[in-house]
């Protein structure tokens, strides 16, 4: 994974709550099996008509075409498990959204692919939405857990330390489990054929391809 | 001297505890996965992972892979005729069959949607961690399982290691007193839930639906209630087993058999919250004056009983929405012309769905202009709903009887609604787009979808007699 230390960009700003996954990549488009080429479906439907026409939205206005922290609403991602939004998002280049909730699936998936999903309470994201929309950039100090205004004021936040460790280090969590906890699989598995043999039974026969 | 007793504990603390596998920080822990469920939307690019790291399935009896979001409604027997959708189907037969993982094809008669089928194959078990990369997992939490939806790369982790990093939910207790009323079920009860605490207001908790209703409610209903516990924030709802629930198990074709099916099912009761353990939240919720539910906006919370007036917007979210649906505050739902009526999805596809819609159905037609589609939630419910006769009840009056898939809940297939389109659905999202770009979709339960289709209008199902 794709380590996240600090990022500086001007923020674009997006005061809107509840924004779901189908906003962040209309479900018509998940038909797509790989990850390339994500980015034009982002917001898809709030950037563009239904003749490809772009239309007025913040993310194609500059400065913001060129943000990559996004400073939205409450409750950001939710609805639908689909990591295709973000990776759409990443691919449009936006590395850190900050909000006052998320949508946990979305915010889990954040962590996944290398960008980091921040929480604030009210007043440093009122803060901030004015900084964005003053068009001035953020510093994001992921190892110092400190946003970085323009006047040089710092506001604090906290991400849990495993993920901030795994961005930090771009750690992969396949191959860190593999390395560190077989061992602790093997013996839970053992117990588990011992104590509740029913949800084994079906290990040793031929799959079934109906 | 006594062992000390250990401390009451919820249901959910009890599932979490049987399955850590090793504690990871104060707040987190990885946790086996017993089962999961893959479809072809959220997989292939798991596949992809775990092929591009050269890792096999860890363990490939644990997982079910069937094709669902994409698949046609119609001819069957023909190849998929959009190339995309034909092409990512294809690839999730193969992937399946590269790693030894049973697979479902489209001409099984098993096939569906996977929150459907998991239950009926006796695939989800009560006691189980179960998982798939669909939000919707949480349906499973009805049996008794930690269920929860997650994301592609979770996928790649749960086929790889069999194991998930995952951080301990609060819980939240959802008492539902009283009895359901005449034409109310479980669709109005979770949609006037949602309405109550906001689309976000169990977000990190796990929710435990109990009490009378809960009792008297079918494993059917039980699964819509759970199923929509993500639209209110929650990635987890339980529900602890009980006869109703080992009456559904037994006999399926994964249940557990003979010696083994006693032993499960004497685990399987020691399953429920013990007496004082505490909730770190509880909404109590008297149903029993409880009228259908419609929403009217483009979230799930969005939503007011029948009799009820539309909200003065109070958010930029409520203006938006009510712009997109093309309403007015203060409108009532009532009498709202629609265009188009789905009776579908994993929140209200099952027999009874269908039996309560058929019920307003029978002996009316489907009202002019209005396209209105049946989607049976399995190949397995819809030959059961034949053999019933309820096919002829919805063919009859002007319905689409189609085979099983997530078809119009999502739109991912060629059924897709025009901009414009008022559509009364009894599926779970009604966010802007879901059924089709500038769709409009009313949610709400299939006995009121039914009763929408045949008077051409959004109205209260208890008034048509």
Redesign the interface.
Same mark, same amino acid.
């Given at each position: 994974m794709e380590p996240f230390t600090t990022l500086n960009s001007v923020a674009a700003p997006l005061p809107v709550a509840d924004i779901d996954t189908d906003i962040l990549f209309p479900a018509r488009f998940l038909l797509i099996t790989g990850k390339d080429g994500l980015g034009r479906y982002a917001f898809h439907d709030w950037r563009f008509d239904a003749e490809g026409r772009e239309l007025d939205f913040v993310l194609s206005r500059a400065p913001w075409d060129r943000a990559r922290i996004l400073v939205t609403g409450a409750n950001f991602g939710c609805g639908s498990s689909r990591e295709h939004a973000p990776w759409a998002l990443h691919a449009l280049g936006i590395r850190c959204v900050i909000a006052p909730s998320f949508g946990e699936i979305f915010q889990g998936n954040c962590f996944k692919n290398g960008m980091l999903p921040i929480t604030l309470g009210s007043e440093p994201h009122k803060r901030l939405l004015a900084e964005a929309e003053a068009g001035r950039a953020l510093t994001v100090d992921l190892p110092a857990g400190a946003i970085r205004l323009a006047d040089g004021a710092a506001i604090g936040f906290d991400v849990p330390p495993r993920q901030r460790d795994s961005l930090v280090n771009g750690w992969d969590e396949i191959d860190l489990i593999r390395a560190r906890h077989a061992d602790a699989i093997r013996a839970f598995q053992l117990h588990q054929q011992a104590v509740q043999p029913w949800l084994w039974t079906a290990d040793t026969q031929e799959p079934n391809h109906g | 001297m006594d062992a000390p007793k250990p401390a009451p504990r919820t249901l959910y603390e009890k599932l979490w505890d049987a399955h850590v596998?090793?504690p990871?920080?104060a707040?987190?822990a990885?946790l086996?996965i017993?089962r999961q469920l893959l479809h072809e939307?959220?997989s292939?690019?798991a596949f992809?992972?775990?092929e591009g790291?050269g890792?096999a399935v860890a363990?490939?009896?644990?997982h079910l892979g069937l094709a669902d979001?994409?698949v046609p409604t119609r001819n069957r027997d023909r190849p998929i005729a959009?190339p995309?959708?034909r092409?990512?189907v294809a690839?999730h037969a193969e992937n399946?069959?590269r790693h030894?993982?049973?697979?479902?094809?489209l001409d099984?008669a !098993?096939?569906g949607i996977v929150h459907i089928v998991g239950p009926e194959q006796g695939f989800t078990?009560p006691?189980?961690t179960l998982v798939c990369?669909?939000?919707h997992?949480a349906t499973h939490g009805a049996f008794g399982a930690l269920a929860f939806?997650?994301?592609?790369?979770?996928c790649?982790?749960v086929l790889?290691?069999?194991?998930l990093?995952q !951080?301990k939910a609060r819980t939240m207790a959802v008492e539902l007193r009283g009895r359901l009323g005449d034409g109310v079920g479980a669709k109005d009860v979770i949609l006037a839930l949602i309405a109550r605490i906001g689309?976000?207001g169990a977000?990190?908790h796990a929710i435990e639906y109990r009490g009378a209703a809960v009792a008297a409610m079918s494993m059917e209903a039980r699964m819509t209630l759970c199923n929509m516990s993500?639209e209110a924030?929650s990635?987890t709802g339980l529900i602890a087993p009980d006869a109703t629930t080992l009456a559904y198990v037994e006999g399926r074709p !994964?249940a557990?058999k003979g010696a083994?099916?006693t032993?499960?099912a004497a685990?399987w009761r020691t399953l429920s919250t013990d007496a004082g353990a505490a909730f770190d939240r509880v909404e109590t919720f008297d149903v029993s004056r409880l009228a259908p539910m419609v929403t009217w906006g483009t979230?799930p919370d969005q939503g007011i009983a029948i009799d009820a007036g539309i909200p003065a917007p109070a958010?930029?979210?409520d203006r938006?929405a009510l712009d997109y649906m093309g309403l007015t505050a203060g409108q009532r739902l009532a009498g709202t012309p629609i265009d188009a009526v789905f009776i579908g999805s994993c929140t209200n596809s099952r027999i009874e769905d269908l039996r309560a819609a058929a019920a307003v159905v029978r002996g009316r037609r489907v009202a002019a202009g209005v396209q209105a589609l049946v989607v049976p939630g399995s190949g397995l419910i819809k030959r059961q709903a034949e053999e019933e006769g309820l096919d002829r009840v919805f063919t009859d009056a002007g319905f689409s009887w189609r085979d099983a898939g997530c078809s119009l809940c999502?739109?991912?297939n060629d059924d !897709?609604l025009a901009?414009g389109t008022r559509c009364a659905s009894t599926s779970n999202?009604n966010?802007?787009?879901?059924q089709?770009?500038?769709a409009r979709t009313h949610l709400m339960s299939p006995a009121m979808a039914a009763a929408a289709a045949v008077t051409g209008r959004i109205v209260d199902v208890r008034t048509l007699g």
């Open positions: - | 596998v090793a990871l920080d707040d987190s990885l086996h017993d939307v959220s292939p690019q992809a992972e775990i790291k890792l363990r490939p009896a644990a979001h994409a959009d995309k959708a092409a990512q690839l399946c069959a030894g993982i049973d697979y479902l094809s099984d !098993r096939q078990l006691g189980i990369g669909d939000s997992t939806g997650i994301g592609t790369s979770e790649a982790c790889a290691t069999g194991v990093p !951080r689309a976000s977000a990190g993500i924030g990635r !994964r557990p083994d099916w032993r499960a685990y979230s958010t930029v979210k938006q999502v739109a991912m !897709r901009s999202r966010f802007e787009g879901r089709g770009a500038g």
